[in-house]
């Protein structure tokens, strides 16, 4: 049975016992003589027993459709709030004035209702918190597996080649006469040697790259260059003008000349390398130059990989990258990063 058909009933049975009361009040003020006069007394020419109890019955009817139909509109936008609730949408709770009782359900609605877009935020937040330790966790255990093997490698192979090398060298310079065709694969053996080298050294760069950990940009890039050119038989230059830069650049930038290095070492074949690193136009650039074989730019692969990251690392700071490289005649790599002045950084 519906709200409005209990309220009708109701009305009806109200209105009944009221009509009840009244006659009985009125009888009782105006006695009949005779109980046919009931039939005989007249309301707008209906007899009093019928047309008296039909009005009493309308009044009923209409008092419970009215608050019938009223009180199942203020159900039906409480059942609304709860399915809206119940689907995970915002319930805009609206006062119901006239009815404290669906006031303080529409109070106690909006209350549950802030409970569980708190209790939302919290386990978005403790979902997020989760991931990012675990993201933390697993970046920590493959930084630790590259640095094991970086100290394996660096430990056993590179060492090895190393001897390897320096033997190819003894023996090539102790070498007497003897036939074109030995000479000339003993020096290929001494240049195989001596790329693999580089190899190495450049795979040890992308395993365990050096860390600025405190230092300047300035300082951490000379030291890079001149460990370099102490282990590797290439002709290394730079120019390193001071300026100030905001942590998160300094080590992007660092990382980008470890990836370029890197880079030059295990492909380019060169025999000089150029290091660059100025402020002007308030522009910082930084430029890496070769004079390897070159590689055709418009259809790099992914020798890729490390020109990947070095894009990535240059867009993450705003900066432009620019290769320009000839077959032969070598690469030249320059990152151009907009410094910002303190005026500008206090506006934004």
């Keep these: 049975m519906s709200m409005v058909q209990r309220q009708v009933i ?6 009944l016992i009221l009509f ?29 027993i019928f047309s008296v109890p ?4 309308a009044i009923g009817i209409i008092f419970g459709l009215f608050t019938g139909i009223n009180w199942r509109r203020q159900l039906q936008i409480v059942d609304q709030w709860l399915h809206e609730l119940e689907e995970g949408r915002s319930v805009e709770v609206t006062s119901q004035n006239g009815f404290v009782e669906l006031e303080s359900i529409s109070k106690r609605i909006a209350k549950i209702q802030k409970q569980m877009t708190e209790q939302v935020k919290l386990s ?20 630790q597996e590259r640095n094991r093997l970086a100290r394996e490698l660096h430990d056993s192979v590179s060492q090895q080649l190393f001897a390897a090398s320096m033997l190819m060298s003894a023996i090539n310079e102790t070498k007497t006469e003897s036939d074109d065709r030995e000479s000339k694969q003993l020096k290929l053996v001494e240049e195989m040697i001596h790329q693999s080298q580089l190899e190495m050294r450049a795979l040890l760069l992308h395993l365990r790259p050096v860390a600025l950990k405190g230092k300047t940009l300035q300082n951490g890039m000379k ?58 136009d ?14 055709d730019v418009e259809n790099r692969k992914a020798g ?6 070095i894009y990535e690392r240059a867009l993450e700071i705003g900066g432009t990258i620019k290769i320009i490289s000839l077959p032969n005649k070598g690469t030249r790599l320059e990152v151009k990063i907009p410094r910002m002045l303190e005026g500008e950084e206090s506006n934004d």
């Design 54 to 57: 039909s009005v009493s019955i």
């Design 124 to 143: 978005q937040k403790l979902a997020t918190e989760k991931v990012e330790g675990q993201e933390n966790q697993i970046q920590e255990i493959i930084s």
């Design 20 to 48: 009840l009361l009244i006659s009985a009040g009125y009888l009782m003020a105006f006695p009949l003589e005779e109980w046919s006069d009931l039939w005989n007394r007249d309301i707008l020419d209906i007899p009093f």
């Design 223 to 280: 030291e890079l260059l001149n460990e370099l050119a102490q282990k590797v038989s290439l002709a290394i230059t730079w120019k390193i003008e001071e300026t100030s830069l905001d942590k998160g650049v300094e080590d992007h930038l660092f990382r980008i000349l470890q990836e370029s290095v890197s880079n030059t070492l295990r492909h380019a074949k060169a025999s000089k390398l150029d290091v660059l690193l100025i402020e002007r």
């Design 304 to 309: 890729s990989y490390g020109l990947q990251n």
């Design 282 to 295: 308030d522009f910082i650039i930084l430029r890496v130059a070769d004079d390897g074989i070159g590689f």
């Design 10 to 15: 109701m009305g009806v049975f109200i209105s």
